[in-house]
């Protein structure tokens, strides 16, 4: 399933995951929190662009922009505490590095493939997530509803690269989409209705898991065509 080089990448990969978490929860260490959690997407960034050299060129470089969107998310994000419009701008730079990931997933698109069910099953969990969260909003309203729906997009390209691309390719690449919606959905619940225990190590556990399988899947078509 993994390569040498990703069995490799996968176990620094898990320690800078790892002393995130550890660093980010703890008071004493909170400092180095500044450095592991940029470290995370910085690591992916870095093992893609080295192992990606045969993947076709746009699509190689619409997923870098997507990492380095999402580094620049990572890095507004940690300083929400000194102003709360960091979070938009956060918001914002995810916003563009799913829109990213979107382009990215609809070069293999199968045309065939019809969506419906699979965005039922979408459609039913925003709601129920909006049910939550909608009077905790106020004038993040917009702003979060635009995101769920750019995000529930991701989900449904990943969706619809069955048969079209490689069939590990397709699973890795759909449950980091999956396991973006859920570390966002859980960020979104602590912040706008209620704190969740242990909030801080479920967001960046299943985000740091979303990034990892989407880019060892997108890697996976550049192994399948070198």
Same mark, same amino acid.
């Given at each position: ?31 180095? @929190?500044?450095? /592991?959690? *940029?470290? =995370?997407?910085?690591? #992916?960034? $870095?093992?893609?662009?080295?192992? %990606?050299?045969? &993947? ?81 909003? @106020?004038?993040? /309203?917009? *702003?979060? =509803?635009?995101?769920? #729906?750019? $995000?529930?997009?991701?989900?449904? %390209?990943?969706? &619809? ?66």
């Amino acid at each position: 399933m993994l390569t040498f080089s990703e069995k490799k990448f996968s176990i620094i990969y898990g320690f800078i995951v790892l002393a995130e978490l550890i660093t980010e929860s703890s008071e004493d260490f909170a400092s180095f @929190h500044y450095g /592991f959690k *940029p470290a =995370i997407v910085i690591s #992916l960034l $870095i093992f893609f662009w080295m192992h %990606s050299k045969t &993947l076709n060129k746009n699509l190689r470089l619409i997923t870098t922009a997507a990492l380095l969107f999402s580094l620049v998310g990572d890095v507004l994000l940690m300083f929400v505490e000194s102003s709360p419009t960091y979070f938009l701008f956060g918001l914002v730079a995810f916003l563009i590095a799913h829109v990213m990931y979107v382009i990215a997933f609809l070069k293999h698109r199968n045309k065939t493939l019809n969506p419906f069910g699979f965005m039922m099953l979408l459609i039913l969990y925003a709601l129920g997530l909006f049910y939550l969260l909608n009077e905790g909003l @106020h004038e993040m /309203f917009i *702003p979060v =509803i635009i995101y769920m #729906l750019v $995000i529930l997009s991701m989900s449904t %390209s990943a969706f &619809l690269r069955q048969g079209n691309a490689p069939r590990l390719s397709y699973i890795l690449v759909l449950l980091g989409a999956l396991f973006f919606m859920i570390s966002d959905s859980i960020l979104a619940l602590n912040k706008f209705h209620e704190p969740l225990a242990y909030s801080n190590i479920s967001i960046i556990f299943t985000y740091a898991l979303a990034q990892y399988l989407i880019i060892i899947g997108l890697l996976k078509l550049a192994k399948a065509s070198g």
